[in-house]
């Protein structure tokens, strides 16, 4: 398999993914790639408007968000303000949040999804890595070397 600074600044495979690599490899190959790095901690969030207020705190979004899933979608697809030729989204203890909160994970995904879609529209990487542990059976495709 191609290494992390191969892949990550591919928009055509950008996408959601659990992520098997360790936080630190990724974070060092997506600056490396040039690629702006955001880390939200899901471990102790619990529900939508936690969510919601780690990915604004992590990305620093304008005040008028407007803290819903459509809004969500619609300041992820422009980041404007952050610049930068792509991004990665490193969500950490992804697998206890959704455990915790499955419906909200499942929504969570599919706006994100959305949302990297758009993002390979304009020929910029957009990933989501999900991280959690090794037996986390998130129903996404793997992001993984070797």
Same mark, same amino acid.
């Given at each position: 398999?191609?290494?992390?600074? !191969?892949?990550? &600044?591919?928009?055509?495979? @950008?996408?959601?993914?659990?992520? %098997?690599?360790? &936080?630190?490899?990724? $974070?060092?190959?997506?600056?490396?790639?040039?690629?702006? $790095?955001? %880390? $939200?901690?899901?471990?102790?969030?619990?529900?939508? @408007?936690?969510?919601?207020?780690?990915?604004?705190?992590?990305?620093?979004? &304008?005040?008028?968000?407007?803290?819903?899933?459509?809004?969500?979608?619609?300041? *992820?697809?422009?980041?404007?303000? $952050?610049?930068?030729?792509?991004?990665?989204?490193?969500?950490?203890?992804?697998? @206890?949040?959704?455990?915790?909160?499955? @419906?909200?994970?499942?929504?969570?995904?599919?706006? *994100?999804?959305?949302?990297?879609?758009?993002?390979?529209?304009?020929?910029? &990487?957009?990933?989501? *890595?999900?991280?959690?542990?090794?037996?986390?059976?998130?129903?996404?495709?793997?992001? !993984?070397?070797?």
């Amino acid at each position: 398999m191609d290494s992390l600074l !191969m892949v990550l &600044p591919d928009y055509r495979r @950008a996408g959601v993914y659990q992520a %098997q690599i360790e &936080p630190s490899e990724i $974070v060092a190959a997506a600056k490396t790639a040039g690629l702006l $790095v955001f %880390q $939200v901690n899901l471990g102790k969030a619990s529900g939508k @408007a936690s969510l919601l207020d780690a990915l604004a705190q992590a990305f620093k979004f &304008p005040t008028h968000f407007g803290r819903n899933w459509d809004a969500l979608n619609d300041i *992820l697809s422009d980041l404007s303000w $952050v610049g930068g030729s792509g991004f990665v989204l490193l969500f950490l203890n992804a697998d @206890a949040f959704a455990a915790d909160n499955p @419906a909200v994970f499942k929504a969570a995904v599919e706006v *994100l999804q959305t949302v990297a879609k758009s993002w390979r529209e304009k020929r910029k &990487p957009f990933w989501v *890595l999900l991280e959690g542990s090794a037996e986390w059976k998130a129903h996404l495709p793997k992001l !993984m070397l070797g």
